[in-house]
């Protein structure tokens, strides 16, 4: 079992790099960023490290990315994916002073695909499945925007369906009861690394408390080991940390996303 330290450094290492955005329509490098613009009119900041800037440094950095994204206009959205521990010193004033509103923190949790693989008992009328056909997608995208509390977005549905037609790896997987969707979650192995990534995880409020997140996991996590991944990882929330952590995972950092809306 590898501890906190070397899960972390593999995290790192294997991760913050263009394998941390399959899918991206294109990638600008910007001094140690990398400026991602998804399908859907969403853009993305990310980086390994930010090469030890100094406070001036980032204060010029943060509206140049800006301005970057604000030249086009297909961008609804800008995400600027931050880490606890990186070191960073100003970034939170300059992204604030530029527009972007910070979520809630989440926890990064790692750990070994097979902690995770014991599936719970579900309720007799609850099933889960794999969907790839369009119909479903929508369908389990627009579940997932009323378990987050969000407005429906058809862009969202079709951006995963343009996942899909990638065939780069990419599983949706469905909970269903009663004849609708009542939950589901992304799993995304990441080419030439260990790690598979769980992701979307979403259930319907009132579904909730019956293990229906803990088995779209455990069946998430079989999928991975099937492809080779020996390692998942997680951003995850209060509500699904625990579950992993019980699991085995194990919170390595946090990482706090900023929001900048047109």
């Given at each position: 079992?590898?501890?906190t330290?070397l899960?972390?450094?593999?995290?790192?290492?294997?991760l913050?790099?263009?394998?941390?955005?399959p899918?991206?329509?294109s990638v600008?490098?910007r001094?140690?960023l990398?400026?991602?613009t998804?399908?859907?009119?969403?853009?993305?900041?990310?980086?390994r490290?930010l090469?030890?800037?100094d406070v001036?440094?980032i204060?010029?950095?943060?509206?140049?990315v800006?301005?970057?994204y604000?030249?086009d206009?297909?961008?609804?959205?800008?995400e600027?994916?931050t880490?606890?521990?990186?070191h960073?010193?100003g970034?939170?004033?300059?992204?604030v002073g530029?527009?972007?509103?910070?979520?809630e923190?989440?926890?990064?949790?790692?750990g070994?695909a097979?902690?995770?693989?014991?599936?719970?008992p579900l309720?007799?009328?609850?099933?889960l499945r794999?969907?790839t056909?369009?119909p479903d997608v929508?369908a389990m995208?627009?579940?997932?925007?009323?378990?987050?509390?969000e407005r429906?977005?058809?862009?969202?549905?079709?951006?995963?369906?343009?996942r899909l037609?990638?065939g780069?790896?990419?599983?949706l997987?469905?909970a269903?009861?009663?004849?609708?969707?009542?939950?589901?979650g992304?799993?995304e192995p990441?080419?030439?690394?260990?790690?598979?990534?769980?992701?979307?995880g979403?259930?319907?409020?009132q579904?909730?408390?019956?293990?229906i997140?803990r088995?779209?996991?455990?069946a998430?996590?079989?999928?991975?080991l099937?492809?080779g991944?020996?390692?998942?990882?997680?951003?995850s929330?209060e509500?699904?940390?625990?579950?992993l952590?019980?699991?085995?995972?194990?919170?390595v950092?946090?990482?706090t996303?900023y929001v900048?809306r047109r």
């Amino acid at each position: 079992m590898m501890g906190t330290t070397l899960l972390l450094q593999a995290y790192d290492e294997q991760l913050r790099t263009d394998a941390e955005t399959p899918g991206a329509v294109s990638v600008t490098r910007r001094g140690p960023l990398r400026l991602v613009t998804f399908g859907g009119g969403r853009g993305f900041v990310t980086y390994r490290d930010l090469g030890g800037a100094d406070v001036g440094e980032i204060a010029r950095l943060v509206p140049e990315v800006l301005t970057h994204y604000q030249a086009d206009p297909g961008i609804e959205r800008v995400e600027w994916k931050t880490r606890g521990h990186d070191h960073a010193p100003g970034l939170h004033e300059a992204l604030v002073g530029n527009g972007f509103v910070p979520d809630e923190p989440e926890s990064i949790m790692v750990g070994n695909a097979a902690a995770l693989t014991a599936e719970p008992p579900l309720p007799e009328d609850v099933t889960l499945r794999r969907v790839t056909e369009e119909p479903d997608v929508r369908a389990m995208s627009a579940m997932q925007d009323e378990a987050f509390g969000e407005r429906a977005s058809e862009r969202t549905a079709d951006a995963l369906l343009c996942r899909l037609a990638l065939g780069d790896g990419m599983e949706l997987w469905v909970a269903e009861a009663e004849g609708r969707m009542v939950g589901a979650g992304r799993l995304e192995p990441v080419a030439g690394s260990d790690f598979a990534g769980l992701w979307g995880g979403a259930t319907l409020a009132q579904w909730r408390g019956r293990g229906i997140y803990r088995a779209l996991t455990a069946a998430r996590a079989r999928s991975a080991l099937a492809c080779g991944k020996t390692l998942i990882y997680s951003d995850s929330t209060e509500y699904s940390r625990p579950i992993l952590e019980r699991s085995g995972l194990v919170k390595v950092s946090t990482t706090t996303p900023y929001v900048w809306r047109r």
